[in-house]
């Protein structure tokens, strides 16, 4: 039996008007607060430690590291601007899973979920109270997340769900349908788990504002529209080479997630795929009231192919998701950002879940590159005789994981062995993709298989049975 649960999706005509003052434009990225862009790199210059790329990743490695030695000098160099990638375009929740998702972590590291567990909500507590010491107004609640059934094969997974992460000591609570209708409203929902403490709901694009001007009081120098188009060992170290300047270093990280990188192993184990999001207008007091959601949490519901979706704090919904559209090539840019039948299929989606809100218009559209790796985590190496380090891949959840991923980097360019480098999940690298022109391909027949799956009442089918076995996959 096959079973769609979006199937009773509105017209054609009911999702044009919804989508007809949707501007192609990010909402995080299009308010008040964003800083001027910083002068480029132009001539050379000295440095102890360089960092390529200006998301999260980048940020944290640079406040991490001047933090740990205030007499370090650091140099961050961006291609575009302070939250141009992933970082500014996410949808702001900021969870404390180390291994996007517990259930992922099990099936890849059974023999260290504990630490890894006990590791991620350390970072999520250091993440607010950094906010907190810092005074930065990302809006941040910790409302926890509620992750929703919309179908019956999907209410009895979180019924498995919530015993996992009851034995790995973390608090859920399983809640029937009406149980989750009464949290949040819509006709969909079959079942919920609410994990009230491990995520934080934020605007992404001020939290890395603000940890770039933490960093800049520091005396972080930041480096705008300096793209690094080569990274090179030199007798003092390391040379990061832009357009117009270079930064010579002791030791450098790289932090481009899924965009081209400049050390070029890191494409073995990451793939770049854009994920799209919606963004509607304020939401009334009374529209709000017919979907209850006064705690605020983070939603997603449980397919293989999924939506997340939240209220900002001037309580419109972003609702994203869906598709992960991978481009042959590992193909990136601003030509990727929209696509008309994905934002179309999320409108439509939206609909379905939410009917009460027909006649509440999309004020925005957009899309942004995801880093993905065969096993959904971060990955980590180093280059240059071990004076590069490099972290990415953190697929659909690195808004928390970022931060712990920017520590394990600054430990391997430092060569210093902690807790972090001591585990599996970094010592190992993910099954890598193959290169093209195999990608593309096998990228296409997982994603369908996928689809089919989730037709299929969760039936996972012979391929990616077969891709279980080697513990690799595809996700956003
Ligand atoms: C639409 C969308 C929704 C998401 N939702 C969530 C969510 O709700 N929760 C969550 O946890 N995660 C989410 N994610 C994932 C999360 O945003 C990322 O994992 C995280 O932001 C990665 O940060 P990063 O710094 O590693 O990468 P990025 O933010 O992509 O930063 C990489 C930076 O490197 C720069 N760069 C690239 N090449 C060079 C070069 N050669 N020289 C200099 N600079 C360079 C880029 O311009 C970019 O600014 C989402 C991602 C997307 C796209």
């Known amino acids: 039996m096959t079973t769609d649960p979006f199937a009773g999706r509105p017209s054609d005509a009911i999702i044009d008007t919804a989508l007809a003052d949707a501007a192609p434009s990010v909402l995080w990225l299009d308010q008040p607060g964003r800083p001027a862009a910083a002068l480029p790199l132009v001539g050379p210059t000295t440095t102890d430690l360089v960092i390529v790329g200006g998301g999260f990743t980048g940020l944290w490695a ?45 099936a890849h590291w059974p023999d260290e979920i504990d630490d ?8 999520l507590d250091v993440i607010v109270a950094t906010i907190e010491r810092h005074g930065i107004d990302c809006g941040a609640e910790r409302t926890g997340e509620l992750n929703v059934a919309v179908t019956d094969w999907q209410a009895d997974d979180l019924s ?62 930041f480096h705008d529209n300096s793209t690094v188009r080569a990274l090179r060992r030199t007798a003092q170290g390391i040379e990061a080479t832009t357009d117009h300047g270079t930064v010579t270093a002791e030791r450098a990280v790289v932090a481009t997630n899924a965009f081209r990188p400049p050390v070029r192993a ?37 397919g293989h192919q999924f939506h997340y ?7 419109r919904i972003l ?14 840019g601003p030509e990727y950002e929209h696509s008309e039948p994905t934002t ?48 990415a891949g953190y697929t659909g959840l690195g808004v928390g994981a970022s931060r712990f991923g920017a520590q394990v980097a600054l430990d391997l360019a430092d060569g210093v062995t902690s807790e972090r480098t001591g585990l599996e999940m970094v010592r190992r690298s993910p099954f890598p993709f193959p290169p093209e022109p195999l990608r ?37």
């Not at 567990?117 to 970072?123: A, H, I, L, S």
Request: proline letters at 4%; one cysteine or more.
């Open 62 to 106: 640079a406040l991490c590291a001047v933090e740990a030695d205030p007499g370090r000098s650091i140099v961050v160099l961006e291609a575009g601007e302070t939250a141009i990638g992933a970082s500014g375009r996410n949808g702001g929740f900021c969870d404390a899973s180390l291994t996007h998702g517990l259930e992922n972590g099990v």
């Open 116 to 123: 890894l567990v006990r590791m991620g909500d350390e970072n």
């Open 160 to 221: 498995e769900s919530v015993d996992v992460h009851r034995s790995h000591g973390i608090d859920a609570t399983l809640l029937d349908d009406t149980a989750t209708r009464a949290h949040v409203d819509s006709p969909l929902y079959r079942a919920g788990l609410l994990v009230a403490d491990r995520t934080v709901m934020l605007d992404p694009a001020r939290l890395a504002w603000g940890l770039r001007a933490a960093g800049e009081r520091s005396g972080v120098r």
């Open 266 to 302: 890191i494409r073995r184990s990451v793939a770049p795929v854009y994920d799209h999001v919606l963004a509607t207008e304020p939401l009334s007091p009374a529209q709000k009231a017919t979907l209850g959601w006064t705690g605020r949490q983070g939603l997603s519901d449980v």
């Open 309 to 315: 979706y939240r209220l900002t704090p001037d309580d």
């Open 319 to 332: 609702w994203g998701g869906w598709d992960a559209l991978y481009h042959f090539g590992n193909r990136v």
């Open 344 to 391: 179309r299929t999320l409108a439509g989606h939206f609909l379905a879940t939410f009917p009460q809100l027909e006649g509440v218009r999309f004020t925005h559209r957009w899309g942004g590159p995801i880093a993905t790796t065969s096993r959904f985590t971060c990955a980590w190496g180093t280059s240059h005789r071990g004076r590069v380090a490099w972290a």
């Open 440 to 476: 593309w391909p096998a990228i296409q027949v997982t994603r369908r298989a996928i689809q089919k799956c989730d037709r299929r009442g969760g039936r996972r089918g012979p391929w990616l049975s077969l891709l279980d076995r080697f513990g690799i996959g595809f996700d956003s």
